[in-house]
């Protein structure tokens, strides 16, 4: 039996299908929370890892279902693609040694403030 659901996230519709134990969740899907500034990024992470969730790198996490989510912010990316390769390329070494992204941290690297 296929059982439906239908919900919001962030105001955008969503259908849900239960197709069976035959199809396990993945990262194949996964779900992006970009993030205003620190404080909503710590928010959402504490939620997102609470009651079982893992954390996992760079700004990804599993929900306590096993749902995939990355935690992220436009500021992040302003690091990470910015116009000085060689900062961009510091922030991105500091990422992967992120689990929940910092963007103080990020904003260093970029910079070269060690």
Not at 13 to 30: D, T, V, W, Y
Not at 43 to 59: M, V
Not at 90 to 104: D, E, F, P, S, V
Request: contains cysteine; hydrophobic residues 40%.
């Amino acid at each position: 039996m296929v059982l439906v659901v239908n919900f919001r996230i962030f105001g955008r519709p969503f259908i849900g299908l239960n197709g069976g134990p035959q199809f396990p969740h993945s990262e194949a899907i996964s779900f992006q929370i970009p993030c205003k500034d620190q404080s909503e990024i710590d928010k959402y992470w504490e939620l997102l890892t609470a009651d079982g969730g893992s954390e996992s790198q760079c700004g990804w996490l599993k929900d306590k279902f096993g749902i995939s989510w990355q935690v992220t912010s436009p500021e992040m990316m302003k690091y990470l693609g910015g116009s000085d390769a060689q900062g961009a390329q510091r922030a991105t070494q500091a990422m992967l040694g992120m689990k929940k992204i910092i963007l103080k941290e990020l904003q260093d690297a970029y910079l070269g403030n060690n």
